[in-house]
């Protein structure tokens, strides 16, 4: 079988790739240094921190577990 068409081959990407491109909240987060598995709670002592999502947090301050 003979073909009368040449292939052609598929176009390669370039080697050079731009900076990395993430969104600018993203960017905004890193200088930040946020993370999203953080969260801001207050406890009924009055006291406001921020401490890892979990389902069991206790307040630092008077060591009173969280309600989620």
Same mark, same amino acid.
């Given at each position: 079988? =003979? !073909?009368?068409?040449?292939?052609?081959?598929?176009?390669? @990407?370039?080697?050079?790739?731009?900076?990395? /491109?993430?969104?600018?909240?993203?960017? @905004?987060?890193? @200088?930040?240094?946020?993370?999203? *598995?953080?969260?801001?709670?207050?406890?009924?002592?009055?006291? !406001?921190?921020? /401490?890892?999502?979990?389902?069991?947090?206790?307040?630092? =301050?008077c060591g009173? *577990?969280?309600?989620?």
């Amino acid at each position: 079988m =003979h !073909i009368t068409s040449s292939l052609t081959m598929p176009r390669r @990407r370039s080697r050079k790739r731009g900076k990395n /491109a993430t969104s600018p909240g993203r960017e @905004r987060n890193k @200088r930040a240094n946020v993370s999203q *598995d953080a969260a801001t709670y207050s406890c009924s002592c009055g006291y !406001i921190f921020k /401490a890892a999502v979990t389902t069991n947090v206790g307040c630092p =301050h008077c060591g009173t *577990d969280q309600a989620w």
